[in-house]
């Protein structure tokens, strides 16, 4: 089978010929419908061998698509199922892992599927290690459900840890509207009363925000954070989701959040967050989730199936790979590039 596999530390991935894997005791294996790509991917691109698991290895960590065949011992699943591939695989057995958080498992730090030293799915199949990581998707399309995976499970969990604070009158502001703030708009919408506020340095990018639901798009800068300020009679907004990372939207994040609210960092961008004795404002709490459990990814398909979200896809197929993390790279795509190995 074909697989775009990163061979070569600081270097684009390649696509190559590989063995298809052959499911083992409690295994499963997944024809790939749809592999979501994901900036943390850009990441590992960068990242120095160090840093990186046992090379090489298959990208991809956003994974739907259907089974294929079921090792010995595997139960719940019949071939041709359509499936979400839930991404963290934790040990399955620490305290944690048995509240369906294997983001946090206690034995592997919650790195898993293509993060972890196993290969993603931006390949034909993709092996699963066990059928617990399968969430059936219904009538949902793989090819156009894999972001859900991460982009809709990481920034669902980011809002729904932070629900007691969105009553009627509150704020929430996301910065960043790429794939990952798209979905975090729409998680606001269709769980909370906030009033939703959108900020990027794209115009293109706050339309779209605004279509998908946000109250307000700004355009990053002075202007949008006296903006906020006004909105909210200078108190700063509830909760402050930072979706890029870096360090003028974490300062951006500090100015606008409010006391005793919730700023909640998301994206990698490796910037640092400005700290002192006001800054974040008094007990306003900072967290950096990651990922989220398996119970709320079904919550996510479960949203999705009823329509309340939708991801915007455009689709690759694997032999573009590379072109489709160019344009990820240039901010050249307006939702989320999916590779797709099966049109």
Do not use: C
């Given at each position: 089978m074909r697989a775009?596999?990163?061979?070569?530390?600081?270097?684009?991935?390649?696509?190559?010929?590989?063995?298809?894997?052959?499911?083992?005791?409690g295994q499963v294996l997944v024809k790939v419908g749809g592999a979501g790509a994901c900036h943390s991917d850009l990441h590992l691109m960068e990242a120095p061998a160090e840093r990186l698991p046992k090379l090489p290895f298959t990208i991809g960590h956003e994974n739907a698509g259907w089974v294929e065949k079921l090792g010995?011992?595997?139960?719940?699943?019949?071939?041709?199922?359509?499936?979400m591939v839930y991404g963290p695989w934790g040990c399955g057995l620490c305290a944690n892992c048995r509240e369906g958080k294997e983001n946090y498992c206690q034995k592997t730090g919650g790195l898993g599927g293509g993060l972890g030293g196993h290969d993603g799915g931006m390949a034909e199949y993709l092996l699963v290690p066990a059928s617990r990581f399968l969430i059936p998707l219904g009538t949902l399309d793989p090819r156009e459900a894999a972001p859900l995976s991460d982009a809709g499970l990481?920034?669902?969990?980011?809002?729904?840890?932070?629900?007691?604070?969105?009553?009627?009158?509150?704020?929430?502001?996301?910065?960043g509207a790429?794939?990952?703030?798209?979905?975090?708009?729409?998680?606001?919408?269709?769980?909370?009363?906030?009033?939703?506020?959108?900020?990027?340095?794209?115009?293109?990018?706050?339309?779209?925000?605004?279509?998908?639901?946000?109250?307000?798009?700004?355009?990053?800068?002075?202007?949008?954070?006296?903006?906020?300020?006004?909105?909210?009679?200078?108190?700063?907004?509830?909760?402050?989701?930072?979706?890029?990372?870096?360090?003028?939207?974490?300062?951006m994040a500090a100015q606008v959040?409010?006391?005793?609210?919730?700023?909640?960092?998301?994206?990698?961008?490796?910037?640092?967050?400005?700290?002192d004795f006001s800054s974040p404002p008094h007990e306003c709490s900072v967290a950096s989730p990651y990922w989220g459990s398996i119970p709320e990814l079904m919550e996510v398909i479960t949203l999705a199936q009823q329509q309340k979200i939708k991801m915007l896809v455009e689709g690759f197929p694997l032999e573009r790979a590379g072109e489709a993390y160019q344009l990820l790279h240039d901010g050249k795509i307006q939702g989320r590039a999916v590779v797709t190995p099966h049109p």
């Open positions: 775009f596999q990163l061979v070569h530390a600081q270097k684009p991935p390649e696509l190559r010929e590989v063995p298809v894997p052959d499911p083992g005791p010995p011992g595997a139960t719940g699943f019949a071939p041709g199922d359509p499936v990481t920034s669902y969990h980011a809002v729904k840890r932070s629900l007691d604070l969105l009553g009627p009158g509150s704020t929430a502001v996301v910065i790429g794939g990952l703030g798209q979905m975090a708009i729409q998680m606001l919408r269709a769980l909370s009363a906030a009033a939703v506020v959108a900020v990027d340095t794209s115009a293109d990018k706050l339309t779209t925000a605004k279509r998908l639901g946000a109250d307000e798009g700004l355009l990053s800068g002075e202007e949008a954070v006296t903006r906020i300020k006004d909105m909210t009679r200078g108190q700063g907004a509830e909760l402050v989701l930072d979706m890029v990372g870096v360090d003028p939207t974490l300062r959040a409010r006391v005793l609210g919730h700023l909640t960092i998301v994206g990698l961008g490796g910037g640092a967050l400005p700290v």
